[in-house]
């Protein structure tokens, strides 16, 4: 298991579009992923549990991935939401 702390620096946060972008990433791998924002912890491949951590542009979140292909997907994820980029 990895993980990582990130602010999202996504100009609209995690909302809509970026949120969706997101989830397809996540579904792009094996691994089990999360994101966690304070006490809360969602699964990463879920639009609805994405939507509801309300992410802001600035917010504190934490991105961890377990299983084959957990280092890629992490690495993927966290830098999605520090630049909106893809991988690849």
């Known amino acids: 298991m990895v993980e990582r702390a ?5 100009q609209s946060g995690l ?11 996540s579904n792009r791998y094996q691994s089990e992923i999360s994101l ?25 979140v934490k991105v961890v991935a377990d299983g084959v292909d957990e280092q890629e997907a992490l690495h993927a994820l966290t830098v999605f939401l520090e630049t909106e980029e893809l991988p690849g």
Do not use: D
């Open 36 to 60: 966690v924002k304070g006490e809360k912890t969602v699964n990463a491949k879920s639009i609805l549990g994405i939507l509801s951590l309300a992410c802001t542009k600035g917010s504190q």
């Open 6 to 10: 990130v602010t999202v620096a996504l």
């Open 15 to 25: 909302h809509a579009r970026p949120a969706a972008t997101f989830v397809q990433l």
